[in-house]
């Protein structure tokens, strides 16, 4: 009898924050060998960021991602925050939630149309569907443009934002952006959303399960994305400080990237494991979309991610077009950042969008400085170490490396550059520390 064997090779995967190969060996209908590889090389983020000061770890946290960066950053200066005790005023709440809605709505456009919608349409990707889904190609350019202007206005840029620190923001948008955001959601967006809804109804999902547990972020009164506690299908929500608990990281031969696992062998994190969690938060129009597709908690289809994915896009419009209304309102106030520097640790959370996300969690250790100088002490309550609880400042007046003793040298000849000119990059203390933000800006503004 002849053996019937098959082998799939796919490599170079690009539909993660790297990428990842996948391998599939089976004979004679039964499945011999499954692999999830991620085979490019750690970048060791929490290494890079010790001995930094706190006002750098947001700059420098983002480039993790290009696509959630909001999230990414929102998670550090949640983090230390919560280390130092910060309270956060009404208006720095309301103008990060709709930020974060607006990185949501932009990373699930981009999943839903431009890496999901090519598969069911038979193409390699959607550069071909511009010739014959023309329309199509055009509502998702234009609906991701939106998002990432959105994002823009409101923390200077959508890819490793600036605007969002520790204690709120240092720039804020007018009364004018914040109405032109609200129209959109109001008028074009919800339009194309709703065509969005037309077209994926077209769409044949697989019908295929895989019971697993599903843990999200979660609130008693909303659909949570940022903040709360961690929610599972398997058991009642937990603190986040109890993160590891959850998490419980380990290492596998063919991954350079950890896996989780909590009750079961694995779980399942984004927009699926959010609606299974909270689906009796979604705002109405939401939960109306959840039933013309049939999603119905608990859904244990995976393919069904994309689906969950529509349903928070039009979510989140909703719920910005409410936090835009009450913004209006109350008008928009020039609230200045405030940070007291204590020794302390701080933990948070944020959701992540993708099918791939995983719950984003940032950690933020903080001790008192110690300075190599006395003349350096008087800058002890802006430089403090985050992360590496037994890390001490290594702060000297003189930068070691040849780029930083050029610019060094050009503010001891020729003074700062002028204010508008330096961006929000710029150390927000009278000391000169280079950090990996700081200097791109200083040179490209000076030439």
Known sequence: MATKEVNFKVHHVARIEGHGNIIVNAKDGKIEECKWEVPESPRFFESMLRGLSYSDVNFIAPRICGICAVAHANASIAATEAAFGVKLSEQSILLRDTLFDAETFTSHILHTYFLIAPDFLGVGSVIPLAATHTDVVLRALRLKKFGNDWADILCGRKTHPISQVAGGFVKFPTPEQLKWIKDKLEGEVMKDLEA??????????????????????????????????????????????????????FCVPQSTAKWTKHLRESFQVGALARFNVNHDRLHPMAKKIAGVFGLKAPCYNPYFISVAQLVETVHVVENSIMILDKLLTRGIKQEKPEVKVRASRGVEMRSMGGSLARLRKSTA?????????????????????????????????????????????????????????????????????????????????EG
Do not use: H
């Not at 019908?207 to 506690?229: C, D, V």
């Not at 003189?398 to 002028?418: D, E, K, S, V």
């Not at 330096?422 to 009278?430: E, K, L, Q, V, Y």
């Open 196 to 249: 969005s809804v037309d077209l994926f109804k077209t769409l044949k999902f697989p019908s295929f399960t895989r019971e697993t547990e599903y843990i999200a972020l979660t609130k008693p009164n909303e659909y949570a994305f940022i903040g709360g506690m961690i929610g599972s299908t398997d058991c009642k929500p937990m603190p986040v400080n109890d993160y590891q608990k959850v998490t419980n990281e």
């Open 365 to 445: 250790r903080s001790r008192a400085p110690v300075f190599r100088k006395s003349s350096m002490k008087k800058l002890a309550s802006s430089k403090v170490m985050p992360i590496a609880p037994k890390t001490t400042a290594n702060f000297s007046s003189f930068p070691r490396t040849f780029a930083c003793r050029a610019i060094w040298a050009a503010i001891r000849g020729w003074g700062r550059p002028l204010p508008e000119k330096i961006g929000s990059f710029w150390p927000r203390t009278s000391g000169f520390m280079p950090s990996i933000d700081e200097i791109p800006v200083w040179m490209n503004s």
